[in-house]
């Protein structure tokens, strides 16, 4: 597939399958059957699938079967390794096993982050190994794609290939590897200038895994800049330019939206 497709991205979903559904038809990418009509269009999700909305699972399905019917055309859907995405697999494989989470069990922190037991209970084998194989870093068209505004995967490794192949390894792992990556669920706010030494950062973490340009999810728009909820239709620009969130807070009533990378100058 041509590297320099046009890249579409959409942020975190958590389980708002109808939401989403919609926003991929107005974007003229999917529609309603998870069928790909984007044509030579690139679309990656970052990860986020599940927990906090009514359909995790569904979301899911849909995300797995347009990734297959895009790739039967010729075209790419790509997908991110999402902290939720995590939490949903731990409550699953270590249920009533103690963690170092809020709630003392793996299940309980997973429902106490907005976990819903109706996911959990149509959870497949299918949906169990998809998530497993989901890369946690990507560098497409000079953007490096990952779902958190965090610097945990400098622990994982120093380059993308290596950050991906050791979080593999850790979700074929056992608990305490559960325990440990879903700790850093919490970290945020790596790059933003509002921090002292954000923008040193961004640079540092670009030069470290490559691209010229973060995108990621994972902390909401609002969160970052105090925009209403309802409001948020683009993504925000930050870090001299270095950042794109792109994690409208459809969870918390946001509308959502698909966001253009076009091309860096």
């Not at 942020?11 to 009509?37: C, P, T, Y």
């Not at 037991?117 to 299918?126: G, I, Q, V, Y």
């Amino acid at each position: 597939m041509d590297n320099d497709a046009p890249l579409f991205i959409i942020g975190d979903i958590h389980g708002h399958l109808e939401k989403m559904i919609r926003l991929l038809r107005f974007a003229n990418l999917a529609n309603s059957k998870a069928e790909w009509v984007g044509g030579a269009a690139q679309l990656w999700f970052m990860g986020d699938f599940t927990d906090r909305g009514p359909d995790g699972i569904g979301t899911l399905d849909f995300v797995m079967r347009l990734q297959a019917d895009a790739a039967r055309k010729g075209a790419r859907v790509g997908a991110l390794l999402g902290n939720h995405d995590v939490g949903l697999l731990s409550a699953h494989l270590w249920r009533d096993q103690r963690s170092g989470g809020p709630g003392g069990t793996f299940y309980k922190d997973w429902a106490k982050n907005g976990g819903l037991d109706s996911d959990l209970a149509r959870l497949e084998t299918r949906h169990i190994e998809w998530i497993q194989q989901l890369p946690a870093m990507a560098c497409v068209n000079e953007r490096l794609l990952v779902h958190a505004d965090a610097l945990f995967y400098l622990n994982y490794g120093e380059t993308i290939q290596a950050v991906n192949e050791t979080l593999a390894r850790v979700l074929q792992g056992g608990a305490a590897e559960y325990d440990r990556l879903l700790a850093y669920g919490g970290d945020r706010f790596a790059f933003t200038e509002k921090n002292a030494g954000g923008v040193t950062r961004a640079r540092q973490f670009l030069k470290q895994f490559g691209g010229r340009q973060i995108i990621h999810g994972h902390t909401p728009i609002p969160v970052m800049n105090g925009e209403p909820y309802g409001r948020v239709t683009r993504a925000y620009v930050y870090a001299n330019g270095l950042a794109v969130n792109v994690d409208g807070g459809i969870y918390k009533g946001g509308v959502g939206f698909v966001y253009e990378a076009a091309p860096l100058t």
